[in-house]
């Protein structure tokens, strides 16, 4: 499995933390906007994982 990095960015105006999903992720898995994820923040040896589970997949085809 090819290893991924991403960046936390911060969305201007808010304080929310954007992470960027890889396009290679996100074509392979057909991850598109409006899906949702639940996130479980891991602590596991001072090391956080965090664990993404799909819980809704958005049916509709995005238009680029």
Known sequence: MKNYTVKARQRQGTKS???TLPAD???EYSITRGDIFKIDPVLED???KLQYTLIYQNKTKDED
Do not use: A, G, Q
């Open 17 to 19: 933390i954007d992470l």
């Open 25 to 27: 992720i996100s074509k």
């Open 46 to 48: 001072d090391t956080l």
